[in-house]
């Protein structure tokens, strides 16, 4: 009774907090979400554009600190007495608007993504989807911005051709990104189970490309049976196809009343 007794600590229930923290930042973002989806359309569209200009504008001025070095290379003034044509000079320009330092890159980013995320949010509550189209008419809208903000617009008579190109260039270029994204991220298409026994068939024959002929006439595995050779020509396809088809069809009902007679046989 006097020996002296050792405890063992046991923690139960205790979690990573890295866990703990992207769970607490899941819970904030879906109500966050939740009531900004209750808000007018202006409300939404303004805090949208903030909070994506911010994001932007993290992401720029973190790029260009660690692009310092060729930002400063790039940026550099013409040397003194040196004549550059108007050319020339926008060219410099556009080095400098895309080369700047953190503030300036901070700020580009920030117009871009803020522009681009308040036209999809005000397109997407309007129209009540998101395609490409809406996609490109954002990018366009941000582009168009970027490029007034930034300076690569330059000045004079050509700023309206540069403003409307470079618009245009961020829209193709976000809508082939849209459809690539679109091609990558679509879910396995699952069988159809209507025809299943259809696609048995043809594939045992060698006939597999005439399967979508099959689901446009809504030839599905019940109908199997009741196939003539008019149906099949309805559905387009070619008469050996048909043939094939309809022996299969002819074979497979001979084999299955052979066997509904061998299994009544005592």
Avoid at 123 to 151: C, H, N, P, W, Y
Avoid at 175 to 180: Q, R
Wanted: proline share 5%; aromatic share 6%.
């Amino acid at each position: 009774m006097g020996e002296g007794k050792q405890g063992v600590l046991v923690v139960v229930g205790h979690q990573n907090p890295v866990t703990q923290l992207q769970a607490k930042y899941k819970e904030l973002e879906t109500g966050f979400k939740d009531w900004l989806a209750k808000q007018s359309l202006p409300v939404e569209a303004v805090v949208v554009t903030a909070t994506s200009s911010l994001q932007g504008a993290a992401i720029g001025g973190l790029m260009a600190t660690f692009t310092n070095d060729l930002s400063s290379s790039l940026a550099a003034p013409p040397p003194p007495g040196a004549s550059f044509n108007p050319r020339a000079m926008a060219s410099l320009q556009q080095a400098q608007a895309l080369s700047g330092g953190p503030f300036i890159q901070a700020r580009n980013f920030a117009v871009m993504t803020g522009v681009n995320a308040g036209i999809s949010c005000v397109l997407k509550r309007i129209r009540g989807k998101e395609d490409v189209q809406s996609s490109m008419v954002a990018a366009f809208g941000s582009g168009a911005v970027f490029t007034l903000v930034s300076g690569m617009g330059g000045g004079g008579p050509n700023l309206a051709v540069n403003v409307v190109s470079s618009g245009v260039l961020f829209a193709l270029m976000q809508g082939g990104l849209f459809k690539l994204g679109e091609k990558f991220s679509k879910p396995a298409v699952e069988e159809d189970v209507m025809y299943s026994k259809t696609r048995g068939m043809l594939s045992r024959l060698g006939l597999n490309s005439y399967e979508k002929n099959f689901k446009t006439g809504f030839l599905t595995d019940t109908t199997l049976p009741l196939l003539t050779d008019s149906a099949l020509r309805d559905v387009k396809i070619p008469p050996g196809p048909r043939l094939l088809i309809l022996d299969h069809i002819q074979r497979e009902a001979e084999l299955n009343n052979n066997k509904g007679k061998g299994g009544r046989r005592t």
